[in-house]
């Protein structure tokens, strides 16, 4: 009957201590990930079905905001709109129209993401919006622009020409640029009404699902790297370890 030892070498340990809670620590980030999205699929699914909110009734606690319907009354300000760069629906590349809706109620203005639209064959052209007349009744859901966005580049402010291309939504620097007292929020443009283009509101990139089978990779690199880490180090009783430490 075979007999074997276990010899540790220190290579093979100190690399296995290092990598193990890191794969270990990624899977479980991965599952914390996917309930988050769950949470938040969950909380979407619900405001669905709430009635929209003036947005003068609005609160003006921002920790509870995104996708809380809203309806909102005003003129919107066709000249200067603006065209978020690098946006995908159906795997074609666009930009998102966000124009400002002037409420004269508040004296306030708040973006408007009408949706998505193909960007022209030349980069350097830029896309013209059909201008809407009169007063709007909209409704949408609010949403607090990321802050966390990778951007491609830096498109700089060379002059006061609209429209205008960015790569970021940075509300306080939009609304020095408009002249005009943003709302913190942006609304997105809910699917059945007028004046948007392709909508498809998604709270969430990657599923749940996704989440978890990558916490499923993870924890299987690690049982994978324990496996080696027990293979290199068991030596049969009686066999000359030749390796170097």
């Known amino acids: 009957m075979r007999r074997y030892s276990f010899k540790p070498k220190i290579v093979p340990t100190l690399a296995t201590i290092f ?10 980030w991965q599952l914390q990930r996917a309930e988050q999205k769950r949470e938040l699929l969950a909380m979407y699914d ?18 509870n905001i995104d996708f809380l319907p809203i309806k909102v009354k005003g ?18 590349l666009g930009y ?14 708040i973006l408007i ?8 064959e030349l980069r350097e052209r830029l896309p013209k919006i059909p201008p ?5 009744v909209l409704k949408g859901y609010a949403k607090i622009p ?13 002059d006061d020409r609209w429209p205008r291309r960015i790569q970021q939504i940075k509300l306080t620097q939009l609304s020095q640029q408009l002249g005009l007292e943003l709302y913190p929020f942006i609304l997105l443009l809910a699917p059945d009404q007028a004046h948007g283009f392709a909508r498809d509101w998604n709270p969430v990139v990657v599923n749940p699902v996704k989440h978890t089978g990558y916490a499923v990779q993870w924890f ?9 880490y027990l293979s290199v180090n068991l030596r049969r009783e009686g066999q000359e370890d030749t390796d170097e430490n």
């Open 132 to 136: 809407v007349q009169g007063s709007q």
């Open 19 to 28: 990598l193990l809670p890191c794969l270990i620590a990624l899977g479980f």
């Open 220 to 228: 299987s690199l690690a049982g994978l790297l324990v496996i080696i």
């Open 96 to 109: 998102h129209v966000l124009t400002p809706l002037i409420i004269k109620e508040t004296g306030k203005a």
């Open 113 to 120: 993401n009408r949706g998505w639209i193909p960007r022209e």
């Open 46 to 63: 619900m405001r669905l079905k709430e009635a929209a909110q003036p947005i003068t009734e609005v609160a003006t606690d921002l920790s």
């Open 146 to 158: 990321n802050k966390n966005v990778f951007t491609l580049s830096h498109e700089p402010d060379k």
């Open 75 to 92: 003129e919107f300000d066709n000249q200067r709109y603006i065209l978020l760069d690098n946006r995908y629906y159906n795997h074609l």
